[in-house]
Antibody
């Protein structure tokens, strides 16, 4: 059974960089069939896609966050990571990692079918 | 960016009711739409993909329909376990966006 687990600091100071890692177990992050994504949810609010990465390192980012986001992959550790720079209180959220399949025939990256449990990151001094 | 608008934002219903949630896209997304259920403190759970395909293990009382810009999620007979928040999400482009959510409350 595929499992995703987010890890990283729960508290980050304003203007600093938020760093999270997602560890994948029960499956290989190097599969050609999937992209791996980050999604966040501010307390009491809706879901926002941050970005996604392929095992080769190919990335797509939310245009509204692109200038501050870096997503990387470490296939040897079966992990992918998120860095969000220059954080403010508005970046306080539960951060989820998730998997989404590549629909090769349609040239589409699909729905998020497996999710981690999420980790709350608070931005505060 | 493609904007997704859900309605209503809150819905009060009783066990056994038929419930319909609507999601509209700001431009055509073909059938590239998913629906998720989220309960408090939990990650979203995939219910429907490609507008009308039921994810494995999801009860058949959930169904999805639509294409282009207008989509619906229907729960044919609301069960106690279904009180939750529901989100739509488009994946037509390589920039994924979610609707604002619909909270289904007990009437």
């Amino acid at each position: 059974q595929l499992q995703l687990q987010e890890s990283g600091p729960g508290l980050v100071k304003p203007s600093e960089t938020l760093s999270l890692t997602c560890t994948v177990s029960g499956g290989s992050i190097s599969s050609s069939s999937y992209y791996w994504g980050w999604i966040r949810q501010p307390p009491g609010k809706g879901l926002e896609w941050i970005g996604s990465i392929y095992y080769s390192g190919s990335t797509y980012y939310n245009p509204s966050l692109k200038s501050r986001v870096t997503i990387s992959v470490d296939t040897s550790k079966n992990q992918f990571s998120l860095k969000l720079s220059s954080v403010t209180a508005a970046d306080t959220a539960v951060y989820y990692c998730a998997r989404h399949p590549v629909k090769v025939v349609y040239a589409i990256i699909g729905e998020f079918d497996y999710w981690g449990q999420g980790t709350l990151v608070t931005v505060s001094s | 960016d493609i904007q997704m608008t859900q309605s209503p934002s809150t819905l009060s219903a009783s066990v056994g009711d038929r419930v319909t949630i609507t999601c509209r896209a700001s431009q055509s997304i073909s059938s590239w739409l998913a629906w998720y259920q989220q309960k408090p403190g939990k990650a979203p759970k995939l219910l429907i993909y490609k507008a009308s395909s039921l994810e494995s293990g999801v009860p058949s009382r959930f169904s999805g329909s639509g294409s282009g810009t207008e989509f619906t999620l229907t729960i044919s007979s609301l069960q106690p376990d279904d009180f939750a928040t529901y989100y739509c999400q488009q994946y037509n482009s390589y920039s994924f966006t979610f609707g604002g959510g619909t909270k289904v409350e007990i009437k």
